[in-house]
Nanobody
Framework: EVQLVESGGGLVQPGGSLRLSCEASGNIHASTDCMGWFRHVQGKEREGIAAIYLGGGTTYYADSVKDRFTISQGNTENSAWLQMNSLKPEDTAMYYC???????????????????????WGQGTQVTVSS
């Protein structure tokens, strides 16, 4: 089993910044070579917003967050940060991370992850952008 722990969310004013952290542990499958960040707004489908290839650091972004968010590898092998700048009210969501094969995660960046068969979602971390 894999455990995902997200942290770093909170309340921030429009234009502000937050840095989210994701740590994956447990029985990480050998095919895991990407980490991704997803967000979910109540009443809407979960969407993939950023991913990083753990083998080389290549990053991928949804258009909605490109040039504002930066994903990077964390201090441990299966961890990742999401630096979020210039936050907008529409960024308000619960944010989740996943550790999986790039062949799965990269297909979801900028798209709905509703059909993503992932069994290890963590509790997520809430980001609220409001004045």
């Amino acid at each position: 089993e894999v455990q995902l722990v997200e942290s770093g969310g909170g309340l921030v004013q429009p234009g502000g910044s937050l840095r989210l952290s994701c740590e994956a542990s447990g029985n990480i499958h050998a095919s895991t070579d990407c980490m991704g960040w997803f967000r979910h707004v109540q009443g809407k489908e979960r969407e993939g917003i950023a991913a990083i290839y753990l083998g080389g650091g290549t990053t991928y972004y949804a258009d909605s967050v490109k040039d504002r968010f930066t994903i990077s590898q964390g201090n441990t092998e299966n961890s990742a940060w999401l630096q979020m700048n210039s936050l907008k009210p529409e960024d308000t969501a619960m944010y989740y991370c996943a550790a999986d094969s790039c062949t799965k995660i990269l297909l979801l960046i900028g798209r709905s992850a509703q059909a993503y068969d992932y069994n290890y979602w963590g509790q997520g971390t809430q980001v609220t952008v409001s004045s």
